[in-house]
Nanobody, 115 residues
Framework: QAQLVESGGGLVQPGGSLRLSCAAS????????MGWYRQAPGKQREWVAV???????NYIDSVKGRFTISRDNAKKMVYLQMNSLKPEDTTVYYC?????????WGQGTQVTVSS
């Protein structure tokens, strides 16, 4: 059982950047993967980026070349660097940690891209 807390969201102009952070605590051993999802009101949550325990990263096509996921195993942190932000990136972003016997979510952090 992992406890996750996201931070780093906010208001940014189109073309700007934000760096989301996710701090994990509790029973987070045996992590299979860590990732970021996003969900707009009334919409289904969608996968954005994931990084495996071995460090392999994958992204949804719409964010490739703009977003970068990374992790720090020692600090139990996962990050999402978001560059060249677009208005369509506006939504709530959620951190996820999947382990052998658990699947934990944070409460979300709001990202708003607007001029």
């Amino acid at each position: 059982q992992a406890q996750l807390v996201e931070s780093g969201g906010g208001l940014v102009q189109p073309g700007g950047s934000l760096r989301l952070s996710c701090a994990a605590s509790g029973g987070i051993d045996s992590i299979i993967a860590m990732g970021w999802y996003r969900q707009a009101p009334g919409k289904q949550r969608e996968w954005v980026a994931v990084i495996t325990g071995g460090g392999a990263a994958n992204y949804i096509d719409s964010v490739k070349g703009r977003f970068t996921i990374s992790r720090d195993n020692a600090k139990k942190m996962v990050y999402l660097q978001m560059n060249s932000l677009k208005p369509e990136d506006t939504t709530v972003y959620y951190c996820n940690v999947a382990g052998a016997t658990y699947n934990s979510w944070g409460q979300g952090t709001q990202v708003t891209v607007s001029s």
